[in-house]
């Protein structure tokens, strides 16, 4: 009998282990989507950065949404901030026989190796929202255009601008992250001519002063800029700075103003201190993202702007290139993007600028959005 036990104890330990091995496997109990496979090979695998950040649990399901309309089955896999885990992520579906791999990675530069095992497979890398750098085995982008964000919102100060001398205020994102460098690139190039002119003076930075004549500038040129205007991406940093700047300006910098935030988060943060200044009789500022937070500042005429990314027509974008692979079709592209070691071609999903007077257009008639959650809303 005592052998018995033996026996049945050991079998239940053997069960049990294997059981845990099984859930295991499964890249953490990260979730699976799209169509399903009858043989449990997968079609298309989705590597998405953390499931601790909203925007890309929403990512996962409009993923499973899109591919569910195919006959192609995919699973959605998440790194959680883990540059091991997302290689690990990538070797668990090249096991299950991938054929597309979309990957948004946590680290441009350490998702490299992880992309050069799926193109020994013979797996198609596309690039999701992030670009992935240092190597050449990325076949595709999917982003939103960078420069055509910082575009629109130059743009979108120089239409509001009146008369000359305009005070502007110029901020911008971090300066270890390549989109901060690329939003203002693409806002320098449209200001740049109307601060040459006169239409804006710059009133917080003493490089962009000093190459106000320069319409191309160079990176280093850039980084310098940048020094001196970064926000990190921080609210509380943009606020220190914007007090800051206001405090030790010249009451000619004041009165009606132009602000260029790189971002909602930002912009709010800014737009708190230059309302309480009661030097400034009326300010423009830029924004980026359309959170929620900054559409209800946009309504109550607190930011005057946002450059709306729809997530929705990025993620079409991916999965319609994904299949058009599948179907061994050639996928469209409108660009390409240089990784520091190829030329990724890259497929750039519009942007939308919205205001107080098209904001119920784009983000409520479109479903972005309910009505309910917002006050003043016309």
């Known amino acids: 009998m005592k052998t018995k036990g033996k026996k049945f104890t050991l079998f239940l330990v053997l069960m049990i282990f294997a059981l845990i091995t099984a859930a295991c496997s499964d890249g953490g109990g990260d979730s699976e989507g799209g169509g399903s496979s009858s043989n449990g090979q997968v079609d298309v695998g989705i590597v998405l950065p953390t499931k601790d950040e909203p925007r890309w649990v929403q990512d996962e399901q409009r993923f499973k949404d899109a591919l569910a309309e195919t006959d192609y089955s995919t699973e959605i896999l998440f790194s959680q901030g883990s540059s091991a885990k997302e290689k690990e992520n990538v070797d668990i579906l090249l096991n299950k026989g991938i054929k597309v791999l979309i990957i948004s990675p946590h680290d441009g530069a350490a998702a490299a190796a992880a992309v050069e095992s799926a193109k020994k497979d013979d797996v198609t890398v596309i ?67 109307k601060i040459a002119d006169g239409t804006f003076k710059i009133a917080n930075s003493s490089e962009a002063e000093a190459l106000k004549d320069t319409a191309e500038l160079s990176r280093d040129q850039l980084s310098k800029i940048l020094g001196q205007v970064t926000t990190n991406w921080d609210p509380n940093e943009a606020k220190n700075k914007a007090q800051t700047h206001l405090t030790g ?17 930002t912009a709010r943060a800014i737009a708190d201190v230059f309302s309480s200044d009661g030097d400034i009789t009326n300010y423009t500022i830029t924004g980026q993202d359309a959170e929620k937070a900054s559409i209800q500042y946009v309504i109550d005429e607190k930011q005057s702007m946002t450059v709306f990314k729809d997530v929705r027509t990025l993620v079409k974008d991916a999965i319609d290139m994904a299949v058009t692979v599948l179907d061994d079709g050639t996928p469209e592209t409108t660009g390409s993007y240089n990784n520091g070691t190829a030329d990724i071609k890259a497929k750039q999903t519009d942007v939308i600028v919205v205001d107080k007077e098209n904001v119920k257009q784009e983000l409520i008639d479109s479903e972005y959005y309910e009505a309910s959650e917002f006050t003043g809303l016309e």
């Open 127 to 193: 690039a999701y929202d992030r670009l992935i750098t240092d190597t050449d085995a990325v076949d595709y982008y999917v982003t939103f255009d960078s420069l055509a964000v910082g575009a629109a919102q130059g743009q979108y100060l120089i239409d509001k601008a009146e008369g000359t001398g305009v005070p502007l205020y110029l901020y911008a994102g971090a300066s270890s992250d390549n989109n901060a460098f690329l939003f203002f690139q693409g806002a320098w190039s449209v200001l740049q001519p």
């Open 249 to 265: 300006v010249a009451a000619d910098m004041k009165g009606d103003v132009s602000i260029l935030a790189p971002n909602d988060g």
